[in-house]
């Protein structure tokens, strides 16, 4: 640009120079005439258009030189351009490169997981379907287990219970014959001298009011211990394998009750010891006719037409026993068999509607009323009532007559309003006329805290105040004198319980309360209630390991419980 400058600067002078020869030309040809002016306007005007052009070419030369330069960088510019676009797709090659190897990779390893995880779940499934075909191998043996226990427990529970009668009495094992225990010591001497006829006093040592006969003093006293063998169980040995004044001849496990029968306790069918063989063997004892060493024994007493085992028994109005339902080993059964004094042997009485296992009976006002069970599918919720042993003002639910007054129907059973739904194992009480079932096993495998309340005159069952404790296999008692009633012991979800709790429907907000626990846990027990009304005895059963023969009673003014001779 510079050399540009300089080379414009000299033409210009140049130009200037040869103008002002020019001029000098023209003033020394002036006189020559016009055709001299006219050649120097057209050299001029020559030179003129050749600096013009000279300046021109320069001028075009110095643009083109820029153009060229402009190129040149612009061509750079290009250049580096293309470069690095092309850097840019070799490097999103090798990216995708990778990517494609990554995604690759990547498959195979999810691949890899996904087979790893399809063989674990078919690993889980057969784990499942194995630890299903050991639950349902479980539950199998659980039952079993059950069933066992509730032969042998309850073997133990009656037997504790003949134990606790019998021991009051005395007895050695004499000559291979069953005859009872020594007598007790301590608080069970008092039931000893029940059978003295030189002792005249009560259970709590009072004198006894008049004159009472030993036979009435046995009656009264001994039977609050034997009455509680309902539910409870004997087991079946041979003669000379039995144990010395504590079970018959032929005990029995799971046997179904023990009833005082005229002043007689009865030990009623149950199991063959360790089997599930029912029994029809029937055997008693009179508390009060001890021999002359104050010795009890067992005797035959008329067999049951059916072999039975976990059936209900109930007294009847007029002295009798009624056996309800049960296993004969094959299936539950609804046959019923009656005894009567009168009549001296079992009679097979009216059939109840469906085949009962496992349920519960008790007597209101005369009337026999039996609920809830297992037919062999189901658990029950029904409830039926048999009116031949007794009068009673029924409701109309029942079969009354237009006054109200029940009326005899052509079948001895009818069928009563149901439970809320179906159960086993429960307890049942008659209080106040009202019958209570509470707490037992449900269809559906729950352990219930439910209590019902029947009343036979409406028919209808209500709803009364939940137990704070779930159990099966409870004992109930009746302090109808207080106007309460106890659970007493059982089994939940988890253990065998020791809880007892305590209900008046008179404080009906109160619910149940919680009463002293008992020294053992124990279920498939047998519970009765003293005639004073103020003490319970909870005698035997099962602990959840093995039988116990552990004999507690209660004292409901203290609220204590205290152990006696088992």
């Known amino acids: 640009d510079a050399s540009d400058d300089d080379d414009a600067r000299g033409a210009r002078a140049t130009r200037s120079r ?18 001299t002016r006219v050649r120097a306007a057209y050299e ?64 195979d390893e999810l691949e890899r997981a996904y087979a790893a995880l399809r063989d674990e779940r078919e690993a ?7 630890f299903e075909a050991e639950r349902i191998k479980f539950d199998t043996e659980i039952k079993v287990h059950e069933r066992y226990a509730r032969a042998t427990g309850g073997s133990m529970s009656a037997r504790s219970m003949s134990y606790a009668a019998s021991q009051s009495f005395g007895g050695e094992d004499v000559d291979g014959e069953s005859r009872g225990f020594e007598p007790a010591r301590g608080a069970d001497a008092k039931v000893a001298a029940w059978v003295d006829e030189a002792k005249e006093e009560t259970i709590d040592g009072s004198p006894a009011v008049g004159t009472t006969s030993r036979w009435k003093r046995a009656k009264d006293k001994v039977t609050t211990l034997t009455r509680a063998v309902e539910n409870a169980s004997l087991t079946k040995t041979a003669q000379t394998n039995a144990a010395a004044g504590v079970v018959p001849e032929s005990a029995r496990a799971s046997a179904l009750d023990g009833i005082d029968l005229v002043g007689r306790v009865l030990c009623i069918g149950g199991l063959e010891r360790g089997s599930d063989i029912p029994l029809s063997d029937v055997e008693y004892m009179r508390p009060g006719e001890a021999d002359a060493r104050g010795y009890l024994s067992w005797k035959p007493f008329a067999s049951l037409n059916t072999p039975r085992a976990y059936a209900a ?25 009656e005894y009567r004094e009168s009549v001296g042997k079992w009679r097979v009485v009216d059939p109840m509607s469906v085949p009962r296992i496992w349920c ?5 006002d005369g009337v026999t009323f039996v609920c809830g069970g297992y037919d062999g599918e189901y658990y029950l919720h029904s409830m039926e009532a048999n009116k031949t042993f007794g009068s009673f003002d029924y409701g109309e639910g029942l079969g009354a007559d237009a006054s109200g007054v029940g009326s005899q129907p052509s079948s001895s059973w009818v069928t009563c309003a ?23 096993f449900s269809g559906t495998g729950e352990i219930l805290d ?89 005698i035997g059963g099962f602990d959840g390991v093995s039988a116990i023969a552990a004999v507690e009673v209660y004292d409901v003014r203290a609220n204590k419980w205290r152990e006696v001779a088992p």
């Open 18 to 35: 040869e103008s002002d020869e020019e001029d000098a030309r023209m003033r020394w040809t002036r006189d020559d005439g016009a055709p």
């Open 44 to 107: 001029r005007m020559e030179a003129v258009a050749a600096d013009y052009a000279r300046d021109a070419r320069r001028a075009a030369e110095a643009t083109r030189r820029e153009i060229d330069a402009e190129r040149e960088e612009a061509l750079e510019r290009i250049e580096e351009t293309r470069r690095e676009v092309l850097r840019g797709k070799d490097l999103l090659e090798r990216e995708r490169r990778d990517f494609d190897a990554r995604r690759v990779m990547q498959e």
């Open 124 to 130: 889980f499934e057969r784990e499942r379907m194995r």
């Open 313 to 337: 028994c109930s007294t009847t109005a007029i002295g009798g026993t009624v056996v309800i339902g049960g296993s004969d080993g094959n299936e539950a059964l609804r046959s019923v068999e």
């Open 360 to 364: 519960a009976s008790t007597m209101i």
């Open 418 to 440: 149901p439970m809320s739904e179906g159960r086993a194992t429960l307890g049942v009480a008659n209080l106040g006329g009202k019958l209570y079932a509470v707490g037992g």
């Open 450 to 538: 439910l209590c019902e309340v029947y009343d036979p005159r409406a028919d209808t069952w209500t709803t009364g105040q939940p137990l704070k404790h779930k159990r099966r296999d409870l004992g109930v008692a009746s302090l109808n004198a207080r106007g309460m009633m106890l659970t007493v012991g059982g089994r939940d979800e988890r253990s065998v319980l020791n809880l007892v709790e305590a209900h008046d429907p008179r404080e009906a907000k109160r619910g149940w309360w919680d009463l002293a626990p008992m020294h053992y846990r124990r279920q498939l027990h047998a519970t009765v209630v003293d005639p004073s009304g103020d003490a319970v005895y909870a």
